[in-house]
C-alpha cells in the first residue's frame, strides 16, 4: 500500500511537471521520434561491396539463378529464346544449354533433391528437370502466372509479381500456405527471382536494384539491400534479377538481364 501511494504521489509530481514543461516535453518526444525514425530507415538498408568478379553472359535474359557445388544454373526468358544452362562458378565457362520451345517463356528456378525445377511466366507449366542430364522428368501445372522461385528443403516457394508468396509442394504444386509481403503494414508488390537463404527470403522488386529480405514465417520485411553502386541497368529492362546463395561456403552471387558479370558480394 505504501509503494501504491508513493507511486501515485510520484504521477502527481510528473503530471505538475509535464504542465510547466509541455513545450520542452513536445520537442523533446520530437527529437526522439526523429531520431528513432532515422536510425530504423538506416538500419532497414543496406549497401553491399564487391568480392569478386564473374564472367556472365550479356545475351542472358536472367529469370532464374542458382548455385550448386560450383555450378551455376540459370533460366533465361524471352519467347523464342527461353534456355536452361549451366555454367562453371569460377570461371563463367558453359558446361551445358538447352533450349524451350519457341512458345515457353521460361521464368524461376531452383534446384531440389537433385531436380531442377522451372518456371514459365503464363503457361502454367513447371518443367523438372534431372540436374546433369537436364531430361525433363516431369511437367507440372500451377494457375496464374509464374515469376521467381526457390524453396526451404521441403517445399517450393514461388512469386507472380505481386505481394503474394505461394509455398507449394513439389511433387504435385498442391498449396500449403501463402505468406503477403508487407513492410510497416503497406504491400511490397513486383516480387520477382528469389533465393531461400537462412529463414529469409531475399527477393529482388522488378525494375529496380532493391533486394527485398523477408522472413519466411511472417512476409515483413527485415530489410532492404540497395544494390545500386554495382548495377548495370541502363534501362527498364536490363535489371537486377538474379540471387544465387552458396550454402556450403556462405556465399553470395548476383547478375541481372543482360549483364556482362556475376558479382560476389559481401553485405559486412
Ligand atoms: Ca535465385
Not at 147 to 156: C, E, I, R, V
Not at 233 to 247: F, H, M, P, Q, S
Request: hydrophobic share 40%.
Amino acid at each position: 500500500m505504501i509503494l501504491i501511494c508513493k507511486f501515485l504521489s510520484f504521477i502527481l509530481s510528473l503530471r505538475g511537471f509535464l504542465s510547466r514543461s509541455k513545450n520542452c516535453v513536445y520537442a523533446l518526444l520530437f527529437l526522439v521520434f526523429f531520431f528513432n525514425s532515422f536510425n530504423s530507415f538506416a538500419q532497414e538498408t543496406v549497401t553491399p561491396r564487391i568480392v569478386k568478379k564473374i564472367p556472365h553472359d550479356s545475351n542472358a535474359f536472367t529469370q532464374g539463378f542458382i548455385v550448386d557445388k560450383g555450378v551455376f544454373y540459370e533460366s533465361t526468358g524471352l519467347y523464342g529464346s527461353s534456355s536452361l544452362r549451366k555454367y562453371n562458378a569460377y570461371s563463367g565457362k558453359l558446361i551445358k544449354k538447352i533450349s524451350l520451345e519457341d512458345k515457353f517463356f521460361a521464368e524461376g528456378l531452383t534446384l531440389l533433391n537433385d531436380k531442377l525445377y522451372q518456371l514459365t511466366w503464363k503457361s502454367g507449366v513447371m518443367f523438372v528437370y534431372d540436374k546433369t542430364t537436364f531430361e525433363i522428368e516431369k511437367i507440372l501445372q500451377y494457375g496464374g502466372e509464374g515469376w521467381g522461385l526457390t524453396h526451404n528443403d521441403k517445399y517450393l516457394v514461388m512469386s507472380n509479381g505481386s505481394n503474394t508468396l505461394k509455398f507449394r509442394d513439389p511433387k504435385t504444386l498442391r498449396l500449403i500456405r501463402s505468406i503477403s509481403v508487407t513492410h510497416n503494414g503497406l504491400p511490397v508488390k513486383n516480387l520477382n527471382e528469389l533465393e531461400f537463404i537462412g529463414n529469409e527470403i531475399w527477393a529482388n522488386i522488378w525494375k529496380s536494384d532493391l533486394v527485398a529480405c523477408i522472413n519466411s514465417d511472417t512476409g515483413k520485411l527485415v530489410r532492404w539491400i540497395d544494390f545500386t553502386s554495382i548495377s548495370e541497368k541502363t534501362g527498364d529492362e536490363d535489371v537486377l534479377n538474379g540471387i544465387a546463395y552458396d550454402k556450403e561456403k556462405d556465399k553470395i552471387f548476383v547478375t541481372g538481364k543482360f549483364w556482362n558479370s556475376i558479382y560476389e558480394v559481401s553485405l559486412n
